[in-house]
């Protein structure tokens, strides 16, 4: 894979991914009415792939009539706090009317667009390369991958054969961050955030759950974070990331006592609280209507960088605390 300088790690955005999409027959095909309407799940080692399908074809008129009707299970194999789940999630889902499918490409041949659900983001790049080789619109759930390097070998997929993706955690769409992207208070000077952090050994820290709060400091900042540096304890972390401009993003990663999701966003006109997390529904419109149009929901750097930003909190971790610049991880 050719490595890429920031500035064309910055050239990566929405416009120019997305122009290349368009010009796909796929895109025009799968724009067509009443097209593309069957959604296939890969993962049933999360709770997401229940929620989503108990949303989605509880009432699929809410979603554009998109209905998930196959799933393939696995899923991580490796990680025991998610394969215990799978045989439970295996008979729930089966209750919304789902067909449980053998493997991957089982599932493809049945289905117009893809949910990649895999709790397991060391899977992501294995998993994602065969959905694009079929040609079929994917959502990347939470982490987009483990490691920066395969996030951009993951887009670089995309490319390739011209298959439209995003990813996201739902946390992007608290409660409170629209009003601000939206320019109601002005500019974003600046960003809090905290998350629950558990870690769990087979990701880097914050691939695991604290990028539910990584991805709220980039939907509130942007891309263009410079550098990072970390504070890390058994109880919790502290990740402050500068911007180009000047202003400071931070993360909290919480692991003792009571656990939320939430922060502050400092703007020109107002000091913002972020309200509640209130489920999946808000991610799930985004997430039919960009199978719908091909539409990306944000700049997709910001997915890259996220996973940046990350690798290189833990480089910080390893190197007690000192400040790490994004553009090591990238090079």
């Not at 990701?203 to 991805?215: K, L, N, S």
């Not at 999701?261 to 997390?277: D, H, I, M, Q």
């Amino acid at each position: 894979m050719k490595n890429i300088n920031r500035k064309e790690f910055l050239g990566l955005g929405a416009v120019s991914l997305l122009s290349l999409w368009q010009s796909t027959d796929l895109l025009a095909k799968s724009m067509r009415t009443g097209e593309g309407k069957r959604i296939g799940i890969i993962g049933l080692d999360t709770s997401h792939s229940i929620a989503f399908a108990k949303s989605i074809n509880g009432d699929s008129s809410l979603y554009r009539n998109y209905k998930i009707v196959a799933a393939y299970p696995y899923g991580t194999k490796t990680i025991p706090s998610a394969t215990e789940r799978i045989p439970k999630y295996i008979e729930e889902i089966k209750q919304y009317g789902v067909k449980i499918v053998g493997s991957i490409d089982e599932l493809l041949r049945e289905v117009d667009v893809v949910l990649l659900e895999t709790n397991d983001g060391r899977l992501h790049l294995e998993q994602a390369e065969k959905v694009f080789k079929a040609g079929k619109p994917l959502f990347i759930d939470k982490p987009l991958a483990a490691s920066y390097n395969d996030a951009k070998k993951i887009f670089d997929l995309s490319k390739k054969h011209k298959v439209p993706f995003f990813s996201s955690s739902s946390l992007r769409y608290i409660t409170g961050l629209e009003d601000i992207l939206a320019g109601k208070y002005g500019k974003v000077l600046g960003a809090d955030v905290y998350t629950p952090a558990t870690i769990d050994p087979s990701h880097p820290d914050f691939f695991w759950y604290g990028i539910h709060g990584v991805e709220m400091l980039f939907a509130a900042m942007g891309g263009g974070c410079k550098s990072v540096a970390r504070t890390f304890t058994v109880d919790g972390d502290s990740i402050v990331g500068l911007w180009e401009n000047g202003r400071i993003g931070t993360v909290r990663g919480i692991r003792k006592g009571k656990t939320e999701f939430g922060g502050t966003v400092f703007c020109e006109k107002a000091v913002v609280k972020l309200g509640e997390f209130k489920g999946y529904d808000p991610l799930l419109h985004k997430i039919v209507e960009f199978f719908d149009t091909k539409v990306l929901p944000f700049d997709p750097i910001e997915s890259l960088e996220i996973c940046a930003f990350i690798d290189a909190a833990d480089i910080s971790k390893v190197q007690n605390g000192e400040i790490v610049k994004l553009e090591s991880v990238i090079k």
